[in-house]
C-alpha cells in the first residue's frame, strides 16, 4: 500500500534563523568531518542536516504541570526525534529526520476561522504569547502497536477555541497541516490525500488533555516532531495529533480526515486507543514502548483511552466498537 517518495535533488536553503545548539552542533559536526571529502554536497550542507536530523533548536521555557503528567519514564530525546511518523516527509520511521530540515517554520501563520465570531490569522509569536506555557508529560499511542513518553510544551487547545469565539454552530474542529511539496518530499507522493487533515469534535478539543503543542523537552519543536505548532491529543490514537498545522477551521459537520479517505474501515473519525477494539489487521491490545521494551520484554498492555480514563465521560453511551 505503501509507495515510496521520491526525493528531489534539490533542495531549498535551511531556514536563515540558526539556534545556538544548531550552530554548536554544526560547528562540532565539522570539525569530525573536515577531513572527509564528500562529493556533491558541502560540509556545511552536511553539517546543517545533521543538526536539524539530531533535533537541535532553540530554548523554549514551560512552567511544569504535574497534574497533567504521567511519572513513567520519559522516552530518550534521540528516540522521540529519529522514530517519527510525518508522512509528508516520507514513509520510513527514519525519514523525518532526515528530510525535515528544509521545512521553513517561520514565518508561519496559522489561519483560524468557519464557524466563530471572531476569524483571524495568529502567528508563532502570538500563539507563544496566547496562554501561559506548560510542559506535561504524556503518553502518545500510535496505532501502529508502538507508544513513547514525551514531555510536551503547550497549554490546552480550548484557550485559542475561546480566543476565536465559536458560534453554537461549530460542531467539529479540523485541523489542517501544511502541504508544499517544495518543503515536503513526501507530498510529491500519492500515499495520502494531502493536505493531512485530521479532526475533533468540539467537546473533545475543549477537553483540557487536548494540548495546542509549540514545544518538547525543553525546546521549540524540531521539525520532524511538527514545528512550529501541531496538536497533542493524548487519549487517541496518534494519528489524531496533527502535525505543522496552517489552518484550523470550526465545522458544522464531521470532517473527512486523510486517514478515513486512505481506509474507511482501518481508521474512524474518533480513534480512541481501544484495547477491545482490534484494527482490522492487527491486535491493539499490547504495545512496545520506543526504546525500552527490548524484543524479549513482554510487551505493555495498552490501557483503555490511553490510560486516560477522565475523556470517558465525552463517550457515555456511544458504541465504541461502531464509533471507532
Ligand atoms: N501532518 C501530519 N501529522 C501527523 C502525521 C503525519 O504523517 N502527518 N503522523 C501522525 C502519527 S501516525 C503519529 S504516531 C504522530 C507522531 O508524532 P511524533 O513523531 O512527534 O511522535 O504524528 C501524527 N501527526
Ligand atoms: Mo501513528
Redesign the pocket.
Known sequence: MLIKPSRGASEPPASSITPREVYEARREFIARVAATAVAGTSIWEMANRQAFAQGATARLAARANPAFSTSEKRTAFKD?TS??????FGTDKGD?AQNAHTLRTRPWTVAIEGEVKKPLTLDIDSLLKLASLEERVYR?R???GWS?V?PWIGYSLSNLIRHVEPLSSAKYVEFI?LADPKQMPGVRSGV?DWP?V?GLRMDEAMHPLALLTLGMYGQVLPN???APV?VVVPWK???K????IVKIRFVKEQPRTSWMVAGPNEYGFYSNVNPNVDHPRWSQASERRIGEDGFFKPKRKTLMFNGYNEVASLYAGMDLRKFF
Open positions: 522521540a522514530y517519527n511518523n510525518f508522512y509528508e523525518p502518545l500510535c496505532v501502529e513513547m514525551i497541516s495520502l493531512y485530521e520532524q516532531n511538527g501541531r490514537y496518534g494519528f495529533s496533527a502535525k505543522s
